[in-house]
Nanobody
């Protein structure tokens, strides 16, 4: 059993920055993966970035490469998403998720989800 809680969302002007944090509690994976997803109204929940529980291998969807950075803070048992140069099209509810296994960009393969945090980027 894993519980995930996101924080850090808000309203920001285009070109600005936000840092999201996902706090994990309960079961800790020895062989698993953490991902950030986002969902805009009327759209599917899409992969944004991911990081392995072990090591620091990362993965990013093309639209956020060079702007977003995913990282782990082992001392606080959190996974963060630093978002820079934000664009209006980044507006969505952002979710953190966890799965047992290797990297996947498919939301259906993740077993645990947070409640989501709203990110709104104004032009």
């Amino acid at each position: 059993q894993v519980q995930l809680v996101e924080s850090g969302g808000g309203l920001v002007q285009a070109g600005g920055s936000l840092k999201l944090s996902c706090a994990a509690s309960g079961r800790t994976f020895s062989n698993g993966y953490m991902g950030w997803f986002r969902q805009a109204p009327g759209k599917e929940r899409d992969f944004v970035a991911g990081i392995a529980w072990r090591g620091s291998s990362t993965d990013y969807t093309d639209s956020v490469k060079g702007r977003f950075t995913i990282s782990r803070d082992n001392a606080r048992n959190t996974v963060d998403l630093q978002m820079n140069s934000l664009k209006p099209e980044d507006t969505a509810v952002y979710y953190c998720a966890a799965r047992y296994g290797s990297n996947s960009r498919s939301s259906s393969r993740y077993d645990y989800w947070g409640q989501g945090t709203q990110v709104t980027v104004s032009s």
